[in-house]
């Protein structure tokens, strides 16, 4: 007799499939921070394969983009040059068959490959939130302390109220509710700037396309809660880098700009160090240089481990 679920045991375990499928990825990667990727190639960028299949090598040289400073001091990163950087990236460059010019010769190089790098500068919520606060605080003032009511008529008579009482009060109302719309207005603005910090970072970090693309979910879909999830992670500070692969030829002779294939990558600064996880997430991207991911990927990076190598003996330990 084969035994059945209950219906409650069937639900717990719906839901509990469900919250596992709408759960942030990053809530899942507890081999560490989620590393986001996403690289473009040139429509007429093909790279050709030798006979055993591997991709013939192409020449490159480095070109120094530039590094965007934090808004908040991070040794982690502040300390490191642009060479260290590179020096990172050069052998995962040369695994993708990608290598250095010797003798720097330009009639020799095939593609310019600039570096960019630094640190994103999320949304800081602190005085949008005073913002709020403060509309909310005014109009609870309204409601809960209206103005006061105008003194007795000073000439005693006839029970009629004071102009000048009346216009007092009529303004303090007046002024409170100036100072709701004035508040309104500060959040609206910071709304839009919020919106424009989003999208640079967005276009910046390679997620544009994929927020474009969920622009019109709504409710409580999934669809709307990986957008929201994909907001979050641009909204915070991100560690950065942009490797963009330009024609050497048409740059140096024709002074044209051809960019063939750039891979943005980054991963979230708050509570990681920089220097540490620089090395895991450039093998992370590396697989895509020159290729098209077709959207962002998000992955875990791997955790760190020692490796002890194969067990020795050492010989028997003598009796002390």
């Not at 990667?29 to 986001?36: C, H, L, M, N, Y």
């Amino acid at each position: 007799m084969r035994a059945t679920a209950s219906p409650l045991v069937t639900t717990v375990v719906a839901a509990a499939l469900a919250a596992l499928v709408l759960m942030p990825r990053r809530c899942l990667a507890a081999g560490g921070e989620i590393t986001a990727v996403a690289s473009q190639s040139a429509d007429d960028y093909h790279r050709e394969r030798l006979p055993d299949g591997s991709f013939r090598p192409e020449t490159y040289t480095f070109g120094d983009g530039g590094k965007m400073q934090g808004s908040t001091s991070d040794p982690s990163i502040d300390k490191l040059t642009f060479l260290d950087v590179a020096k990172v990236i050069a052998p995962s460059l040369e695994a993708q068959k990608y290598v250095p010019v010797p003798d720097r010769d330009p009639d020799k190089t095939k593609l310019l490959i600039m570096i960019y790098w630094g640190t994103t500068n999320g949304v800081n919520n602190s005085t949008q939130a005073f913002a709020f606060e403060n509309v909310q605080g005014m109009v609870s003032g309204i409601s809960a302390n209206p103005p006061p009511p105008p003194p007795p008529p000073k000439n005693g008579g006839g029970g009629q109220k004071s102009i000048g009482a009346v216009d007092v009060g009529r303004v303090t109302r007046e002024a409170a509710e100036d100072g709701i719309t004035g508040a309104m207005a500060t959040v609206g603005l910071e709304e839009k700037e919020r919106d424009q910090n989003d999208m640079r970072n967005a276009m910046l970090l390679g997620y544009d396309g994929e927020l474009a693309a969920m622009s019109g979910a709504q409710g409580t879909t999934p669809l709307k809660l990986r957008r929201d999830d994909l907001i979050s992670e641009i909204e915070d500070d991100r560690y950065f880098i942009v490797v963009m692969a330009y024609d050497f030829d048409a740059l140096w002779k024709h002074k044209r700009h051809k960019l063939l294939w750039v891979t943005r990558f980054s991963v979230r600064a708050r509570g990681t160090n920089f220097a540490d996880v620089l090395d895991a997430m450039v093998n992370q991207a590396s697989r895509y240089f020159g290729q098209n991911t077709q959207g962002l990927l998000r992955s875990p990076l791997p955790e760190g481990r020692v490796d002890i190598g194969p067990v020795k003996s050492l010989g028997a330990v003598p009796e002390k």
